[in-house]
């Protein structure tokens, strides 16, 4: 197993040179295609990230195994071994349309538990990261962890199609006993608002391993639960219907859900 401080330096390393990359692009035209829909989008940004953060693991870490949104990583079918979740740019539609509220993340796990978990705000210079076991940090200060609010004391994110699609109509109730609803169209930032104590829950009908996995490392270094909608653990080979909330408002969530 790699050395974790030294996989941190050069995980940090290369954020910068990412954030960078992506300043340095600002005044170019994007490349813009859609994946599975008209608002799934994926740009020359996202792949050219990625491409390069590939590049930069297999020569540093060749036996490590990769799972990256845009193709550049490995089929995995098991979670055995040193595992990288790489999202170049988590809220591509953000990254487009507002070319603000987009995050880089990368998450490091060992045999499927999670190591190390870094999201980077682009737009705020802001990088939330935790290394298990060693709390929570935002541009190296201690981030402090927030009170345990259940459902009814906070506000409560969620991913726009919960909200507007039929089939998840049971779940506009939780909405209803929350503060109020609030949606960044990024699961990297929802996170950082989860860290910060501005949310006490996000969930999201529809997440992949990469949009899950470095923040599981940052909100579980709190007690906080990342779940299924059905309670099971989430899995990191799949798709999830994904709960994200601090252990009072979890507990509230399940009761009204199953
Ligand atoms: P992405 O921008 O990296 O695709 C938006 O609600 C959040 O859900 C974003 O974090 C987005 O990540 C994620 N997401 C996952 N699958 C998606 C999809 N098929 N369409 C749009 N957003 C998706
Ligand atoms: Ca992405």
Redesign the pocket.
């Given at each position: 197993m790699a050395d974790i401080q030294e996989r941190d330096k050069l995980i940090k390393e290369w954020i910068a040179e990412t954030a960078e990359k992506i300043e340095a692009a600002k005044s170019e035209r994007l490349n813009i295609e859609e994946?599975?829909?008209r608002?799934?989008l994926v740009t020359n940004m996202d792949k050219q990230i990625e491409k390069a953060l590939t590049d930069k693991i297999r020569t540093q870490f060749p036996n490590d195994r990769i799972c990256g949104?845009e193709g550049f990583g490995d089929e995995l079918e098991d979670l055995d071994g040193t595992v990288w979740f790489i999202?170049p740019?988590?809220?591509?539609?953000?990254f487009v349309l507002q070319q603000e509220n987009?995050a880089v993340m990368i998450g490091v796990y060992e045999n499927g538990i999670g190591q190390q978990g870094y999201i980077y705000d682009v737009t705020q210079k802001r990088l939330y990261h935790a290394v298990k076991g060693q709390g929570v940090y935002c541009n190296e200060e201690p981030v402090e962890k927030p009170e345990n609010k259940s459902l009814t004391e906070g506000l409560l994110a969620t991913?726009?199609?919960l909200m507007t699609k039929d089939q998840f109509s049971e779940y506009r109730k939780l909405a209803d006993q929350s503060m109020g609803v609030r949606?960044l169209?990024?699961?990297?930032l929802?996170v950082i608002e989860l860290a910060k104590g501005n949310v006490i829950g996000y969930i999201?009908s529809?997440?992949?391993p990469?949009?899950i996995a470095p923040g599981k490392v940052i909100l579980e270094e709190f007690g906080f639960k990342i779940r299924q909608f059905d309670g099971t653990e989430v899995n990191l080979l799949n798709?999830n219907k994904t709960i994200f909330a601090t252990p009072r408002a979890y507990d509230e969530i399940m009761t009204n859900i199953s």
């Open positions: 994946k599975s829909a608002n799934d949104e999202d740019i988590d809220g591509t539609l953000n987009f991913n726009s199609q949606m169209g990024s699961a990297g929802e999201a529809k997440l992949s990469w949009d798709r």
